[in-house]
Structure formats: C-alpha cells, structure tokens
C-alpha cells in the first residue's frame, strides 16, 4: 500500500496548530488541515507493512492496540497517494460512521500501532482520514443516502451519543424506521456538550444530523425517557429498543467541605461553556466562569485537560490540574513494546496552552484532595492537599495509592472542577426499562451480546462497557444495529 519508498523519503508532517496566544482568544478548532498534495505524500508513507497492526482492534497487554472499528486504513492511505479520493471516502465508510467525529476527537490507536511507529513517526492517520471526510463533504460524496425501501419495522434509540447514532445510521440504511430521544436541547449527546468546541466545533455535528434527518431518522430532543416518557409506553410504540445513555453518573470527591460554593463536575462545566456558547455567544453570564478565578481541576484525562484549556479561555487567574497516580515516563519503557499501547507521558493542549500563558505545567502528580476549606458565606476559599505514593495492598496484592503521612500542604483556590470520571449508568432508566445492571451499575448482557434481560431491549456504548472512547462507542453502535436487525428480520448483513 502506499508508495514502497514513502516512509523513507517523506517525514511525517502534521497539519499545524495556531499559536497558544491566538487559538485561546476564541473555541474554535486551531488545526490549519494540509492541502490534498501534501495529504497525498502522507498516505504514501503506509509502508505496505505485511500486518496492518493499525486496523486491527487487538488486545494486547491490558489495553487495545489499533483501531476497534477495523477501518480498512492501508487502502484508503494508498488510495489518496493515488488521488482516489471518492475511493477513499467509500472505503472509510464501509467501517465507520463518523469519520467527521473520529478524525477530530479520537486518540489515534491506529496511529499507536503504526508499523512505521516501531523504529519512526507513524502515518498521519487521523490528518488523513480528514481530509478523507473533508473533502468528501466538499465533493459532494457525503451525500444524503435515502433507503429505497421501509420494512415497516419501529426502533427507538434512547440517548444520540455516539453509540445511539452510530445504531440509528445503520438501521436506517436497512430500512427500519428510527427515532432517536434525546433529553437535552441538542442532539450529539456528549460530542454536543462533553467535548469542548475547539476539540469539535457543533456545526460539525449538526452537518452530520441534516443528513441523518433528510435520510429519514426522526430526532426527538428534550425528551426524557424515563421521566417525561415511560418506558412502558417506549415498548408499546416500537418493535425494538437501545438504551445508549451513556455512563452519566460523574464519580465524586468525599472529602470534608465538599459542599462547599464553587465546586461542580467538570461535565456540568464543560456543558455549560458550550451551551452558552451556542445559545448566545458566552455573554448572557450563564454559564459557569473561570475568568479571574484560581482553578482546581481533579483529574489528569481528557476531560481534565479539556477544563484547563476552557478556563484559559475564560481568563481564569491559574489554574492547577491534580493527578492521583505517578507521572508516566516520556518514553515507552522495556515492558510496554510497541504495538502496545504507549503507556508514556502525553502533554495535550490545555496543558501546552497553561504552559505558555502561566510558564509552567500545571499538574501535579501523586497528589490528592483531603480538604475543601469554605469562608463564612459557604465558599470555597482553599484546599488542603495531601501527597500520595504507591503501596501493595496486603490482602489483594494491588498497588494502591496511600496518603503520606504530613504531606499535606494548602492552596487557595475559587473554584474546582471534578474530572473523575464516570460511575456507569443512571438509575432512573434502567430501573424504567427493569434492565439489570452489573457491579459497576453498566447494563448487563451476556459476553457478545448486546440484548438486556427484557425482551426487545437492547444496550450499546458507555453504558454497556462503560466510559470508554467515541470509536468504541461508535463500534458498539454497529453491534447492536446488527444483533438487532437480526432478531427483527431473522437475518442480517450488517
């Protein structure tokens, strides 16, 4: 694939980010995309490697390795060395659903596993599976594509995340009617209001949803399943049902003065950014501000990084990003080979924006909350911190992170934001549905299935496996889309 001697005779080129100082004054994406010439020259470097690790959505170790929708990435990389484009596009959507989404927001697994990684820079993947969609939309290709014929058959999706859209697509394009509930305002669920807009600007979703709507899926918003709907009256209407509501129970922080004025999850953070942005430009004062406050985040993953680089953007006076487990090394260490996944230090973009505007890294390592320290109104004035080291758990053998004995030191701080993660599913629909729920309160099924313990329920993404990456999440959409056809037609070539 590709041109044989690509790797050796072009470097891996980025498409180039706006400057720190510019791309904070707005929440626009900051990427300047390569022209098609140069996007060209980096599908040449897929290497014809003999076994794409890239696309295969393997276990190695404790992680994946390459991508989990088995994207058919050494073809499309040869296909736009050789100007294919239209090729490419067809062959990017015979496995996935969302190139627009992934290309922007995904991790790259594919890239992590790249043959040309093992000794060099990968292939630009990512870069290339956008222009890839890119210019597919500006080509015409992304077209609305009408099914020709309805089977009749009903289908409710609860929540439009990625899963719940990614099921919706393909059980549309067989011909069964979908609706898809959704109870905020907007639908994309957390690619709306989870993933900041410089990350994913919205009208990148809302391209993808007239498309979806003119194909002939029906999208209800500010709907409630559970509450504003039974779930009785959900079964009575439609043939099949998918739960896709996410994991969206943000684990807590149970420590003294938590009750304290200023602190909120980072989800409610993020959303509030984002839908005051849409609604009215971040000036009605609606949402929840950094500006002029010293910031706490508690969480070192993407959600953390996506609430430091939103309070950059707010004005907040610093901000400090809390990580409970040792910094990683920079580079892969002797038991973490390649194609593993690299288990190395990763510098993102909030913490390169508060690097250049506070002149240091905002993280601090092996470090934990004791306290919240509330003033006499009730708010938030400081937090007492406590250093944390790794120690072997006795009874289990697990290494488990302990408090050090007289660590604890104090910081001021106005307002924190908790990035945690997510606990699993909320209790109010799967107690509606009577669908059980595992220990870690996800969706049960049997292992391969997607299909609940209640007859014509199905279950996909977060709150299946739970809180896991948008390309997992879009996987599972197609699994379920597939069992469920199958158990309505008695077939299925999904």
């Known amino acids: 694939m590709g041109k044989p001697t690509g790797f050796m005779e072009f470097n891996r080129e980025d498409a180039p980010a706006f400057s720190v100082r510019e791309r904070i004054k707005n929440y626009n994406e900051f990427h300047t995309p390569l022209s098609m010439k140069d996007q060209s020259k980096q599908g040449s470097r897929c290497m014809d490697c003999g076994v794409p690790f890239c696309q295969s959505g393997l276990q190695i170790g404790t992680a994946f390795s390459g991508c989990p929708l088995n994207n058919l990435i050494p073809e499309w990389n040869d296909l736009i060395f050789k100007g294919a484009w239209e090729q490419a596009y067809n062959r990017l959507k015979i496995t996935n659903n969302f190139p627009e989404f992934t290309s922007r927001v995904c991790p790259t697994l594919c890239e992590k596993a790249c043959t040309c990684g093992a000794n060099g820079d990968a292939v630009t993947v990512k870069a290339n599976e956008y222009g890839i969609i890119e210019n597919a939309y ?268 007289g660590s604890e030191y104090s910081v001021d701080v106005d307002l924190v934001l908790i990035a945690a993660g997510f606990l699993g599913s909320e209790s109010y629909v799967t107690k509606s549905f009577g669908v059980n729920v595992d220990n870690r309160t996800n969706v049960a099924t049997a292992s391969g299935s997607f299909k609940t313990n209640v007859d014509n329920i199905f279950v996909a993404g977060d709150m299946h496996r739970g809180q896991s990456l948008v390309v997992w999440a879009i996987r599972e959409g197609r699994d379920v889309a597939r069992e469920v056809d199958e158990s309505l037609m008695g077939y299925t070539n999904l």
């Open 138 to 405: 500006k080509e015409g290709y992304a077209a609305p594509k009408i099914p020709k014929v309805r089977t009749g058959k009903k289908i409710a999706v609860i929540g439009s995340g990625p899963s719940g859209l990614a099921a919706a697509d393909q059980l549309n394009q067989k011909g069964h009617s979908v609706t898809v509930f959704e109870r905020s305002d907007r639908i994309g669920g957390l690619l709306m209001y989870g993933i900041p807009n410089m990350k994913l600007e919205k009208n990148i979703i809302e391209r993808k949803i007239d498309i979806m709507k003119e194909e002939g899926v029906e999208f209800k918003t500010g709907v409630n399943v559970g509450k504003d709907i039974k779930a009785a009256q959900i079964l009575k209407e439609y043939d099949r049902v998918i739960l896709a509501c996410g994991a969206s129970n943000p684990r807590d922080i149970k420590a003294p003065g938590r009750d304290a004025n200023g602190i909120y999850f980072a989800v409610d953070f993020l959303k509030s950014t984002t839908k005051a942005l849409l609604d009215n430009g971040l000036k009605d004062g609606t949402y929840i501000s950094a500006k002029g406050k010293r910031v706490m985040v508690i969480g070192g993953g993407d959600t953390g990084n996506d609430c430091v680089g939103t309070s950059i953007r707010h004005g907040a006076k610093s901000v400090l990003q809390l990580e409970m487990m040792p910094k990683l090394p920079n580079e892969r260490a002797e038991d973490n080979p390649w194609p593993q996944w690299p288990r190395i230090c990763k510098t993102d973009y909030g913490q390169e924006e508060a690097i250049e505007v506070f002149g240091k890294d905002p993280r601090v390592y092996q470090t934990t909350v004791k306290e919240f320290v509330k003033d006499k109104n009730g708010n938030l004035k400081s937090a007492v911190l406590v250093k944390l080291s790794p120690e072997k758990d006795k009874k289990t053998g697990r290494m488990m992170m302990k408090e050090v004995a």
